[in-house]
């Protein structure tokens, strides 16, 4: 029986002595840097607080659960009943993937590594591609080229580290532009540009490959979009020629600018001047207002092109229509020859009916010259009776036959300009209703040279109903 209480009270002497020995170190960790960013120099730091609670001294050191972290091995010495404060460094393995990572550290002593304490480090690696975001400032009317433009970056540091000295490239088709940013963990800062785009660039959206660097790390390599806004600028170009008969006018409208323009031209013409122009390209519309005709043009110019009108008025065809005119009136003139005749019927009625009718034949030598031998012939419906109460001109002869009265006066001659009428009266067979036509009168003479020439007078109708 005392053997059995002497074992239980020697093993009992043991758990408590293996007690006192392992809290005879005590640690307490404090992150300093616990979120780093993949890759070589990258290092987790804490600030570890070690106190050595034994009745020695004791020769301490420390090393992570996970040997694929490299640490600032070494070793100190810390007196009874003293602390010490050093700083462990943790190196993540090579390729490491961006995560959350717990290492349990343990602090022990060299010469019994039974005594030691252990403390959980978490350690967050983060993505290179989160670190930061960044977004594009500048006016909603975009990059005017021509112009210095001010353009904003704006940088959001998205982890809670201090990065210091990033370095921004931005390289697009309209600029090449880098600069230097310093972030505070979190924190949110601008940079200001002011690119120069160059004339020429045509509006629209153009990519911009943004860079971003830091401690020899690419944190940020993205596609954005840049709008360059509108330029307006057309120049116009007018030429005018003017000849005796034609006038060419040619408007030709450059743009100078990067977008297109919608464009507009007006001509006005008279009527006159619209029946002898012609246009290429035609108007688009043409409108009319008071007498004036105005041609409206409505196009558009793409950049570096351009557009041409003319507007061609030519009065050729007018003064050959003009001399095409005289010719024919001096023709028919001469064709007519040098004697006029003229012939008028006045109608006496009855009610609505015609019962008599005079009839009057003017002659007129229209030339400077006199001719003769004049024979003028008429003849008389087969409705109207035989004539009488002639004027001052007898006729020659008065025959009748199926188709009517026919009557034929002798004038020897006639002067130059000299006019002679012959009149007589004429009763119908009945009362006539209605129409009825007298013929013409032909008159034959010898004018110069004795040539013989003829002329008529067209034939007249009446009406009982005028």
Known sequence: ??????????????????????AQISASVSPVKDIILPGQGEKAIF???????????????YIPSDLGWEWNTKSFE????????????????????????TVNLKVYSVIDPKIKDIN?????????????????????EGLIPGKQNNLKL???????????????????????????????????????????VQNGIIKGSYDVNLIATYDNKIIANEIKKMDVGSVKNVQELKKETSGLLVKQLSITRINNGNDDSEEMYLHKLSLVQKLFTTTDPGPS??????????????FQIKPTESYTINVRTNYTNLVVIIIALIVIILLVIYLRGSLTVGKRVLSVKKGNSIVETKVLISLKNRSRRRIKDIRVIDRLPRSMQAPYAYGSVMPVSSKKDEKGYLLVWNIKTMGPAEE??????????KPIQGMIMFPNVLVRYKAKNDRISTANSGSVSISSKL
């Not at 600030?47 to 050191?61: A, P, R």
């Not at 810390?78 to 995560?99: A, D, Q, R, Y």
């Open 1 to 22: 029986m005392k053997k059995i209480f002497f074992f239980m009270s020697l093993i009992f002497l043991v758990l408590l002595f293996s007690g006192l020995v392992n």
């Open 47 to 61: 600030e570890v607080n070690i106190t050595n609670n034994g009745i020695s001294s004791d020769m301490i050191s």
């Open 78 to 101: 810390i007196p009874s009943k003293n602390s010490k404060t050093i700083m462990v460094e943790l190196t993540p393995p090579k390729n490491i993937k961006p995560g959350i990572y």
């Open 120 to 140: 959980p480090v978490v350690i967050n690696v983060v993505d290179l591609n989160n670190v930061i975001t960044t977004n594009f400032v500048y006016s909603t």
């Open 154 to 196: 704006e940088v959001q540091n998205n982890v809670k580290l201090s990065l210091i000295n990033i370095h921004i490239k931005l390289n697009s088709k309209i600029f090449s532009l880098d600069g230097y940013v310093d972030l505070e963990p979190n924190g949110k800062k601008a940079i200001e540009f002011f690119p120069d």
């Open 285 to 298: 519309f043409i409108e009319k207002s008071s007498g004036v005709y105005t041609y409206k043009w409505y």
């Open 420 to 429: 002679r009428v012959i009149s007589y009266r004429v009763k119908a067979n």
